[in-house]
């Protein structure tokens, strides 16, 4: 039984559009995800999940420790439901988050911020001015880990943190020292450039060989920089935590001595843009089907809604792919549209009224702001239900 089949066996009694998520693929790639980090923990990225139970039950899998959130109310939540070790990876500027962080011990205990300047711990104190009694809050420094050459004239990884070299990371960290209330416990640095992007596009040989050799050369400058920030910053404070890598890059990031744990989570899914990789290969697991209600010639099948673009540059690549049956794509004029998406190609002949075509998201987490539940598949069985944040109620960005 090939895996469209499967699919639709296993959810003939639900009516589309609805998101399922393949359990045998999603522990594959869990497996592969654990294998690729060689012993390190992996703190598992919310946003690519965004399914309470879910981040639960991966929690529960050896190899996984901790969250990555990516906003303090989210985190705040689920300290709230008992998860212990949950570090926000982005700077916050939620004054009621932050004083309700520092009113709850527990919570405080739980929950580590992001900052990568002096602006940031202004803020948090001002914030937290009122609270008393108040926690001490727990701090993390975000280290620029993008790759920069020709003087600066090239820039590779997303804009993040102003502290590059070590010796900002130190004076940020002296400054949280003197600071009290707060406490320095880790430090994270994100190569997005490596982590975040595929050395294996497809079409464009040249394309290929410039990612490739960037990302070489990125690698080798980032393992001396990060090696340096961390231990100028030890000798300020006494780091719980060195956090870094992503799917893209869970191998090379856990050579490193200086990091003690990696990010991933988008490896859980494995969407779309994670097929142009050469360092491993993952199982599509979350999936989301749609029923054809139209057919507007015999070559073309018309499916209801679809248009659920990535975040990111715009382009092709952000759309989500028409999966199975094999073959389809998308009309140039209208491509994935918001309340319609007609699919050309030889499978669309085959296409009735109410069949289903499968799709994947380009991006992980991104689905489940478009569904309140994934089904949960066993091989060609429903093995329950997951509410994702969207289906708790919860809308954190």
Wanted: charged share 25%; hydrophobic share 45%.
């Amino acid at each position: 039984m090939d895996a469209r089949q499967r699919y639709d066996r296993a959810t003939a009694a639900i009516e589309p559009p609805f998101a399922i998520l393949d359990l045998a693929a999603m522990r594959a790639n869990a497996a592969e995800l654990v294998r690729r980090a060689a012993g390190k923990p992996i703190r598992v990225a919310s946003k690519s999940v965004r399914s309470r139970p879910l981040l639960e039950h991966i929690l529960a899998m050896d190899g996984f420790q901790g969250v990555m959130a990516f906003t303090l109310p989210e985190a705040l939540w689920l300290a709230g439901h008992g998860f212990e070790d949950v570090l926000v990876a982005y700077p916050t500027a939620d004054r009621q988050a932050l004083a309700a962080l520092a009113g709850d011990a527990v919570a405080a205990g739980r929950v580590t911020v992001t900052v990568d300047s002096l602006a940031h711990l202004d803020f948090i104190e001002a914030a937290v001015a009122g609270v008393h009694p108040r926690a001490e809050l727990r701090i993390c420094i975000d280290i620029d880990a993008g790759y920069v050459a020709f003087g600066g004239k090239f820039r590779a990884g997303a804009l993040r943190s102003p502290i590059r070299e070590p010796e900002d990371a130190a004076d940020l960290a002296a400054a949280v020292a003197k600071r009290p209330g707060l406490r320095l416990t880790g430090l994270l640095a994100y190569e997005a450039q490596i982590a975040g992007v595929g050395d294996d596009p497809p079409g464009n040989a040249l394309l290929t060989r410039a990612i490739r050799l960037m990302q070489a050369r990125s690698a080798r400058e980032l393992i001396v920089r990060r090696g340096r920030v961390v231990n100028a910053v030890r000798r300020v404070a006494d780091l719980e935590f060195v956090n870094g890598g992503g799917t893209g890059c869970v191998e090379r990031t856990v050579r490193e001595k200086a990091v003690t744990e990696v990010a991933a989570g988008s490896g859980l899914f494995h969407p779309r843009l994670f097929d142009f990789y050469r360092g491993f290969t993952g199982r599509p697991a979350a999936l989301f089907a749609l029923p054809v209600v139209r057919r507007p010639a015999p070559d073309i099948a018309t499916v209801l809604g679809g248009g659920y673009p990535a975040s990111g540059e715009p382009g092709s690549s952000r759309l989500p792919q028409p999966y199975l049956p094999a073959g389809l794509r998308y009309s140039p004029d209208e491509g994935a549209g918001e309340v319609q998406t007609p699919l050309l190609g030889q499978a669309a002949e085959d296409l009735r009224i109410g069949d289903r075509v499968w799709f994947r998201h380009a991006k992980a987490g991104e689905l489940c702001e478009r569904f309140d539940t994934l089904h949960l598949v066993d091989g060609d069985t429903l093995a329950g239900a997951a509410p994702t944040y969207r289906g708790e109620g919860r809308a954190f960005l």
